[in-house]
Structures are given as structure tokens and as C-alpha cells.
């Protein structure tokens, strides 16, 4: 418990120990005149009004000293980066209408399905991955996913270099051997990646940005779009065969204590959506207690007038 005021709470026990002594000073001159007068008394029960208020007085000190706790409260809050495959691959309609708008509708479906708490912002990725929107307003979340389009490579280093650049508000340079500097800790902060998980950037790079995101406390979950059986896509007049390889992307869940949700048509991307679960932050919450020890020192202040009208026939 902590006090907004401790110099009141000091001033009123001081009253009500000067109360105490007074109280204790009366009551053996009252016991002392009636022994002398040989009348047998029964002060202390005289006096237990005069105590119940005494201490009333006291638990009103405390109450306006502004006494408060401190509650842990979880709740779901921090920094949510939705990160989404734009590659080439991402035009294949293994997934109706293709995995791209499967993606989208997937997306959509998920900031919808956040609290205000959670800013959430979008990277699109291909061989280079581009902040599309940095983390805020749902409704500025929502328009950068409705604008993407299919284009290039898929580099998942990339994106999760470019997520995480994001969550921390300035560039994350990665050196020329694929070494990335610390980046503090993010504990509430998640990466959503989308993806058909054909990764085109080297391996080390997308080991590297994992064990970034890792040690950081940043988890990344990775939903795989597509099907593994493939189909082919056209790109810039030649036909391509693509299909979904969830290795890359099961890594980097497993590696960032994430989760990986495959998905084979747009019924069950629009169920993963739902059932993506975002950390929770324990907060403290100041509870206030002023009215609990009010009402208590109303209790004892009303007892012991009570008590003193009833045995002295007096208020005071």
C-alpha cells in the first residue's frame, strides 16, 4: 500500500494518540474520585465508546492520507507487425482467389479482431522488404494491406529486419557478413508474417534476423499460404511452378517461441485469423482506498457515539 500524503496521516495518529492519553488521563482521575467516594464504577465500559471513536479518528487519518494499491492487471497491449508476402509466388491461385487476396481477407480479419490497445503496423516483403505503414491506427493498418500488390523475390530475412526496424522506430543495419546489432528487449511486441515460405535470400541472413528477433523477446508467428502439391504461376510471360514450403517459416516460429499455421484454402485462413493470440502484459493499476478506510472510520465513529449516548446519556 502506498500514501499520497504521509505528513496527514502523521498529523491525525498524533491527534488521535493525544485523544488516547486524554482518554486514559480521565478515566483513572474518574476511578480515582469514585473509589474515594467508595461508589464502585464500570468506567471501562463508559469508555468503549470513547475508544471506538478514537479510533475512527485514527482510520480517518489514514484515509486522508490517500492510501492505494498497486494491481497487477494483464491485458493485451504493445506492437503488432503484419508482415506480407508480396513475391511473385503470392499470385498463385492454389488458394481461391490467389494466395495474395487469400492473405489479405486473412489479414483483415485479424486487426479486426484486436483491441485499440495494439498498434499495428504493416511491412510488405519481396527480395527487399518495404515498411508499408509503421505501427498505429487500425484503419490506416487496414488501407496499406488493401494497396499491396504482387512483385519480386521473397527474402524472409528481409521482412523480419524490416518488422523489427518497425517495432523499434529506426533502420536495423545489417553488416556485410549478416551480423545485426542488439536491439534491446520487445517483449510485446509480434511479427504476423503471411507467406507462401519461398525464401530467395540466403539462409544465413534469414538465421541471422531470427536469432535477432529471438533474442529480442520478439515473437514471430508464420502462416503459411498455398499448398504444398503447387501450381504454377505466369510471370512476365513464362509459367513457374510454386508451391508452399513451410520449412523456413516453422523455423523462425520455433526459433522465436512463435507458432505455425499452415493453410490450404481460404476457410482455413480465415480460422487462423481468429485464433492467432497475442502475449499478455502484466500492468500495474493504481486501486484507491481512501473510500473503504471512510467508510470504515464512519463505522467506528457511529459505534462509539452510539455507545456513548447510551451509557452517558451525553454526545461527548
Known amino acids: 500500500m502506498t500514501l499520497a500524503s504521509p505528513a ?13 492519553c486524554g482518554a486514559v488521563a480521565v478515566s483513572r482521575r474518574r476511578a480515582a474520585a469514585l473509589a474515594a467516594a467508595g461508589v464502585a464504577g464500570s468506567g471501562r465500559a463508559r469508555q468503549a465508546g470513547v475508544w471506538l471513536t478514537i479510533a475512527g479518528i485514527a482510520v480517518l487519518a489514514i484515509a486522508v ?6 494491481l497487477p492487471v494483464p491485458r493485451e497491449s504493445g506492437t503488432v507487425i503484419v508482415a506480407m508476402d508480396v513475391s511473385n509466388s503470392m499470385g498463385a491461385q492454389d488458394v481461391a482467389p490467389d494466395r495474395l487476396a487469400a492473405a489479405q481477407r486473412a489479414a483483415l480479419s485479424f486487426i479486426a479482431a484486436q483491441p485499440d490497445s495494439i498498434d499495428i503496423g504493416v511491412v510488405a516483403f519481396e527480395a527487399g522488404a518495404l515498411i508499408t505503414d509503421r505501427p498505429g491506427d487500425h484503419t490506416k493498418a487496414e488501407a496499406a494491406i488493401g494497396r499491396l500488390r ?29 551480423t545485426v546489432p542488439g536491439i534491446g528487449y520487445w517483449p510485446s511486441a ?8 519461398q525464401d530467395e535470400g540466403a539462409a544465413s541472413a534469414t538465421t541471422a534476423a531470427t536469432a535477432v528477433a529471438e533474442k529480442a523477446g520478439v515473437r514471430v508467428d508464420a502462416v503459411g499460404i498455398g499448398t504444398t502439391g503447387g501450381t504454377t504461376v505466369d510471370v512476365d510471360g513464362y509459367h513457374l511452378f510454386t508451391a508452399l514450403d513451410p520449412g523456413a517459416l516453422r523455423s523462425i516460429a520455433q526459433a522465436t517461441r512463435g507458432t505455425y499455421y499452415p493453410a490450404s484454402n481460404a476457410g482455413e485462413l480465415d480460422g487462423i485469423a481468429s485464433t492467432i493470440k497475442l502475449r499478455l502484459t502484466v500492468t500495474s493499476q493504481r486501486l484507491p482506498l481512501a473510500g473503504a478506510f471512510i467508510a470504515l472510520a464512519l463505522v467506528l465513529l457511529a459505534a462509539g457515539s452510539v455507545l456513548t449516548v447510551v451509557r452517558s446519556g451525553r454526545v461527548i
Open 150 to 178: 504482387v512483385s519480386g523475390g521473397t527474402s524472409l530475412g528481409s521482412a523480419i529486419i524490416a518488422s523489427l526496424s518497425a517495432i523499434t522506430g529506426k533502420a536495423i543495419p545489417v553488416g556485410r557478413n549478416g
Open 8 to 20: 496527514l496521516l502523521a498529523i491525525g495518529l498524533l491527534v488521535a494518540v493525544a485523544l488516547g
Open 65 to 70: 492520507a490517500g492510501p492505494a494499491a498497486s
Open 190 to 197: 509480434t511479427i504476423v508474417i503471411f507467406s507462401d515460405g
